[in-house]
Nanobody, 123 residues
Framework: VQLQASGGGQVQPGGSLSLSCAASGLTYGSYVMGWFRQAPGKEREFVAAFGRNNYRYYSDSVKGRFTMSRDGAKNTNYLQMNSLKPEDTAVYFC??????????????????WGQGTQVTVSS
């Protein structure tokens, strides 16, 4: 199983970035895909997830600004990030696994992780 994340970069406050995470070795739709982030000196935190029930989950801090989507043909998930703020600066990780819905925000329940991609929001 491999998860390949891409799309990070630097953007000014209010700008947008799109991250992608291509999965191989996993059957599309059979797993939960999540995004987490870790800022310097902070613990890794949940950002968003696409459940096996096709429901999308977001942290309160990104709700309304970030949107997850996916392309079954490419077995790829996307995280569209709009209205970015300096506090969104972090290394972003995609992860896949089989957490129950009630624990979808728990990073410890994700089995597979992609390499991180840096997102920097700064003027």
């Amino acid at each position: 199983v491999q998860l390949q994340a891409s799309g990070g970069g630097q953007v000014q406050p209010g700008g947008s970035l799109s991250l992608s995470c291509a999965a191989s070795g996993l059957t599309y739709g059979s797993y939960v895909m999540g995004w987490f982030r870790q800022a310097p000196g902070k613990e890794r935190e949940f950002v968003a997830a696409f459940g096996r029930n096709n429901y999308r989950y977001y942290s309160d801090s990104v709700k309304g600004r970030f949107t997850m989507s996916r392309d079954g043909a490419k077995n790829t998930n996307y995280l569209q990030m709009n209205s970015l703020k300096p506090e969104d600066t972090a290394v972003y990780f995609c992860a896949a696994g089989y957490p129950p819905v009630g624990s979808i925000r728990s990073d410890s329940l994700y089995r597979y992780w992609g390499q991180g991609t840096q997102v920097t929001v700064s003027s």
